[in-house]
């Protein structure tokens, strides 16, 4: 999700559209399981949830559909998963991983998945609410010092989008050294000063707006008072417990193999990169993780049910309010869009969508590597709507195209890079 109506694109989406790529995508081999052979319902005509019937037939309309949002979009490479229970599965990877070797995607491969992060930061804060160390109403300030407001902002309006706070990432500092040396660290004190420069955008809880500076605020009370590093906490008290072997919080830009290349052009130039190797750390606490479809597929439903959590705690996890944007609200860090609940995600190079639809008990989960807009919508948004359109017409995920976003000023290659 980037923030508010998201009009700068290294906010690690969340609640936003989609991104294109200037070099035409092959379409590779689809990986998947197909349902054994049978009837071939429409989705409309698909009985009690509305969710399709994976046949045969809907699983060539779905490789259909994906594979033109990847000619309009120039998407490079995809994988797409769609399953519900007594309906099928459907699991396919089309196009390439590696535009210079023309490596095939797989959906093994490990994959940067941006703000879905957020999901993990603030079910790690959830956790210690349960366990009485932190409460949701509690003021930033009993954590972190110095935050302008800080003794007005809680725990809740940070997670719920509503501080107020400025986005670091929307700072023209942070977008120079960012863009400057895409290989640089960042610490999170480093991000909170480029955002601590601005003043308050609105009081506590006036109003919707997306800021990935209040996750690393999270971020940072989830050390204080779990007692320990936030990507140890994350892997031994979320990832482990939920079972997911392949997620991890890097600490620099590691990228455990196999991986996808990922494919941006948030550069100087305005030219296509390969951003596989830059430093996910400005994102933190926002959007430094790295997982694959298998986990996030199963991430997907833990995340909205509330395995972790006590039922308390995730009901009021799941009290979405008002974003400004029709059929989507935001709750504690999860969104729920049409009846879709969970995150999307992106960071420079790579895409990511991961829901779940709890009448259906269905999900669908979508990884790619590339985030440049098709027609300022965000490709990850284009595959879920397409896939839905299909699967569960009477939910069809959406959101709106996000705002342009402003020609960076040419700045000197940084010495180092």
Known sequence: MRYSQVHWRRACVGLTAAALLAVPASVGSAYGVTPPPGPSPSASSSSGTGF???????????????????????????????????????????????????APMAPDLNMRIGSVTKTFTVTALLELVDQGKVGLDDPISKYVTGVPNGDKITLRDLAEMRSGLFNYSADPGFDKALMTDPKKPFTPQQLLAFA???????????????????????????????????????????????????????????????HAHGYTNQTLSGKVEDATDWNPSWGWAAGAMISDLSDLRSWASTLATGTLLSPKTQAERLKTLP??????????????????????????????????????????????????????????????????????????????????????SPVSPSPTR
């Open 323 to 408: 974003t400004g944007i029709p059929g989507a609200g935001y709750g504690l860090g999860i969104f729920n869009i049409q009846g879709w609940i969970g995150h999307n995600g992106s960071l420079p190079g790579y895409e990511c969508l991961t829901i779940y639809l709890p009448e259906a008990k269905a999900t669908v989960t979508v990884v790619l590597n590339t985030d440049m807009l098709h027609n300022t919508t965000e490709p990850s948004t284009l595959f879920g709507q397409a896939v839905t359109r299909i699967v569960t017409p009477g939910h069809v995920f959406n959101l709106p195209a996000v705002e342009p976003r402003p020609t960076p």
């Open 52 to 102: 399709a019937e994976l046949s045969p037939a809907v699983a060539a309309r779905l490789d259909t559909a994906i594979r033109q949002v990847m000619k309009e979009a120039n998407v490079p490479g995809v994988t797409v998963s769609v399953s519900a229970p007594g309906k099928g599965n459907y699991l396919r990877s089309f196009g390439v991983a590696d535009k210079a070797t023309g």
């Open 196 to 258: 601590f420069k601005h003043p308050v955008q609105f009081q506590p809880g006036q109003k919707f707006d997306y800021c990935n500076t209040n996750l690393i605020l999270l971020g940072l009370v989830v050390e204080k008072a779990g007692g320990m590093p936030l990507n140890d906490f994350i892997t031994q008290k979320v990832v482990k417990p939920a079972g997911l072997p392949h997620t991890l919080f890097p600490t620099g830009n590691e990228f455990p193999s196999p």
